[in-house]
């Protein structure tokens, strides 16, 4: 398996995938693409409540959104592997909300930029009521809207025929177990030492705690390893 150029998290609102984004980004050194949904948004001046009621604002919000995106992930795989937590998620909300999905699935960019998405390392994070939230940028959904959103975009993975991984935990260590497994089935391994925690641990502060009782000094001795103290 060839080490992935492009890993990409996808799903609807609120499954956690900037979180996950994040985490790959600092364990892994690879750079993760800013968001470009804000700053769309800031340039057009509108507000999110906008979005709901002006379909015309919403296609030229999502259109934009989209080709941005696609544009972004163009310039950073120029240079080097990204990880992204949007790829073509809004193209749900537009087929949710706006008119423009039609002519959007006619345009030959589209195709162009999911053959790109299926050469890279597809995580679908699937959505848990538990973790519903509304960040007061994209939008505010509820649970039943939440669900189908995730449903157009697994509809939009089968119907391009992306590979997928999906990421069903709702805990968070159990996410990062199968995204770690995964990239290292790719060849990808992680960048920062799991010792990094204990690493702050001072000599003095071992000599410390092993002068306070042999129950404290014979999980220091078998736990904390001499490489920790350097």
Known sequence: ????????????????????????????????????????????????????????????????????????????EQRGAFVSDRAFCNLAYAAQHGTLLAEVARDPRLAAYMQGVKQGLVFF???????????????????????????????????????YVPVASLAMQERQRCIERVLSLGGLEKATPDTRYLSGLTREAAQSLEQSGPE???VISKRVPESAFR
């Open 1 to 76: 398996m060839e080490q992935p150029a492009r890993i990409y998290l996808v799903g609807a609102h609120s499954t956690g995938k900037t979180t996950l984004a994040r985490w790959i980004r600092d364990n892994y050194g690879i750079p993760m693409i800013s968001e470009v949904a804000r700053s769309v948004l800031a340039e057009m001046e509108a507000q999110v409540d906008s979005l709901r009621a002006d379909v015309d604002l919403v296609n030229r919000y999502q259109a934009e959104v989209f080709l941005r995106q696609a544009r972004s992930e163009a310039e950073a």
């Open 125 to 163: 994070v699937r959505p848990h009521r538990a973790l519903l939230a509304s960040d007061g940028v994209r939008e505010r959904l509820d649970w039943e809207e939440v669900l189908r959103i995730d449903g157009m975009v697994k509809f939009m993975l089968e119907f391009f025929g992306v590979p």
């Open 216 to 218: 404290h000094s014979h």
